[in-house]
């Protein structure tokens, strides 16, 4: 069976029950060096967009992602559900400028 991985790190399923940590980790391309490497070889700010997205039921459905262009995943996601839009965003786009700090480094 071939793995599908979703956004939701507790929707991965390889035929087998996957370690969650393990998958989140798989996930966070972000923290891989030879990823961090060509990210900033090719850095543009204008490449990298916040999304919040409505991903759970209430009371806290919303969570925000970040998507860098040419990329079908986020390369990061929040960990935590938020009550409203407004503040997966608020929160999102201090995600997204820490992101770029490093990046632009």
Known sequence: MPCVYS???EDVHCGH???????AIGLAFFHHPAHNAAMR?????DDY???????????TPWKWE??????RLPIEQSTTYFESRGAAQAAGKK???ELLARLSV
Do not use: M, Q, W
């Open 17 to 23: 029950r996957d370690n969650i940590a393990a998958a």
């Open 95 to 97: 995600a997204l400028t």
């Open 41 to 45: 070889r090719d850095f543009d700010s």
């Open 7 to 9: 956004l939701e790190v």
């Open 49 to 59: 967009a916040l999304v919040a997205k409505l991903r759970a039921g209430p009371p």
């Open 66 to 71: 970040i998507y860098c262009a040419g990329k």
